[in-house]
């Protein structure tokens, strides 16, 4: 079954150094977003922070440790083991300011 995230979660995890480590790297991955094949040659930086992304089959390999696992096995890992939530919030306008110093308020990061 796939793995669900968003394009935020998405990005943070493929922007985390203590996962992608000197030899780690992925292949055979087939992810989704909005629906759409993700090409294994395009960049994640352009992945939307509201897209919905899907992580249907990968392996993510390390050179060095001859370490091995799927693609979403070490997703899932990964998001149980960290310290933050990341999500994306879609509200009217007129409240946005409110949600974004309740945010702040409770030591949070608003992005975009």
């Given at each position: 079954m796939p793995v669900r995230t968003t394009g935020a979660e998405f990005r943070e995890f493929f922007n985390d150094l203590s996962l992608w480590t000197k030899g780690t790297y992925m292949?055979?991955?087939?992810?989704?977003?909005?629906?759409?094949?993700?090409?294994?040659?395009?960049s994640f930086d352009h992945i939307p922070y509201s897209a919905v992304v899907k992580i249907h089959a990968?392996?993510?390999?390390?050179?060095?440790?001859?370490?091995?696992g799927s693609l979403e096995t070490e997703f899932r890992k990964w998001r149980k083991n960290k310290?933050?939530?990341?999500?994306?919030?879609?509200?009217?306008?007129?409240?946005?300011?409110?949600?974004?110093?309740?945010?702040?308020?409770?030591?949070?990061?608003?992005?975009?």
């Open positions: 292949e055979d991955e087939e992810i989704s977003v909005d629906g759409e094949g993700l090409d294994s040659d395009d990968g392996i993510i390999r390390n050179d060095t440790t001859d370490k091995y310290s933050t939530t990341t999500f994306v919030v879609v509200i009217d306008n007129q409240f946005a300011d409110d949600a974004k110093n309740a945010c702040r308020a409770l030591g949070g990061k608003v992005v975009g």
